[in-house]
C-alpha cells in the first residue's frame, strides 16, 4: 500500500507561480516511479508531468514542458511540482500518482499507475 498526500494548491493569478507538493508513505519511496496529473472541471484527467524513481528520467506534457520542474527528494518521501507563468487553463485539481513499476519506462497514462491522492486544487485567475 502506498499513500498520498498533494499539498500547495491553491489561488493565484496568470503569470504566477505554485510548487505542489506530494508526500508518500507506506512503501519505499525511492523504488517507484511518480506521476502528477490533472482534471479539469468538466474535462477528463490528463497527465502533467512524471519522474522515474531516481529522478533521472522526467517526462512533461506539451502543455507545461516549458513552465513546469517535476523533482523528487527521496530522502524526504516527496516529490514536487514546480510550475510557473501559470495560466487560467491549468486550473484543475492536481494528482500525484504512484507507479510501482521499477524498471518501466515512464508511465503517461492513468491505468499505468497503482496508487492515486486525493487531489489538491490549483486555480488561476485571469
Known amino acids: 500500500q502506498v499513500q498520498l498526500v498533494e499539498s500547495g494548491g491553491g489561488l493565484v493569478q496568470a503569470g504566477g507561480s505554485l510548487r505542489l507538493s506530494c508526500a508518500a508513505s507506506?512503501?519505499?519511496?525511492?523504488?517507484?516511479?511518480m506521476g502528477w496529473f490533472r482534471q479539469a472541471p468538466g474535462k477528463e484527467r490528463e497527465f502533467v508531468a512524471a519522474?522515474?524513481?531516481?529522478?533521472?528520467?522526467?517526462k512533461y506534457a506539451d502543455s507545461v514542458k516549458d513552465r513546469s520542474t517535476i523533482s523528487r527528494d527521496n530522502a524526504k518521501n516527496t516529490v514536487y511540482l514546480q510550475m510557473n507563468t501559470l495560466k487560467p487553463e491549468d486550473t484543475a485539481v492536481y494528482y500525484c500518482?504512484?507507479?510501482?513499476?521499477?524498471?518501466?519506462?515512464?508511465?503517461?497514462?492513468?491505468?499505468?499507475?497503482?496508487?492515486w491522492g486525493q487531489g489538491t486544487q490549483v486555480t488561476v485567475s485571469s
Open positions: 500518482a504512484a507507479d510501482l513499476s521499477h524498471w518501466a519506462p515512464i508511465a503517461t497514462m492513468i491505468y499505468e499507475y497503482d496508487y
Open positions: 507506506g512503501r519505499t519511496f525511492s523504488s517507484y516511479a
Open positions: 519522474i522515474s524513481w531516481s529522478g533521472g528520467r522526467k
